[in-house]
C-alpha cells in the first residue's frame, strides 16, 4: 500500500476514535490536551501499523505474547478508566490504550527491520 493511503487510513481513524471520544467524555479542562493526544497516537499508529499487519496477525500456532499484552494493556486501561479522577475518564482509558498499542507496533516495527544473526 503506498504511503499515502497508509496517512489517509490513518486519519480516517484518529479523527473516528478522537470524535467519539469527544463525544461520549464529558468536558474538562484537560479534555482539549486528552483528545489531542488521542488523535496524534491513533493517527500515527495506525499508519505504521498498517506495513505490518501480517505481523501482527500471524495464526501461525498460540502466541502467548500478544495473548499476555493484550491482557495486560486491558488491565492497565481499566485502573486509569478508574483512577484518575473520582469519576471515570474514557478519554484517559483510551489515550492509555493508544499508547499501550503503538509500543507495541513499534516493537513490531523494530524487530522486523532487525537483521536476523546467524
Known sequence: MNRLSRYAIGLVVGAAVTGGIALL????PESSILLAGIAVV???GTA???PYW???RTN???NWTQGAFTGASTFGCLMLLDGVEPTPNLAV???GLGLSWFGFVAGVV???GR???V
Open 25 to 28: 467524555q464529558p468536558r474538562t
Open 42 to 44: 491513533y493517527t500515527v
Open 48 to 50: 505504521t501499523a498498517i
Open 54 to 56: 501480517s505481523a501482527l
Open 60 to 62: 501461525d500456532g498460540p
Open 93 to 95: 482509558a483510551a489515550l
Open 110 to 112: 523494530f524487530e522486523s
Open 115 to 117: 537483521e536476523t544473526s
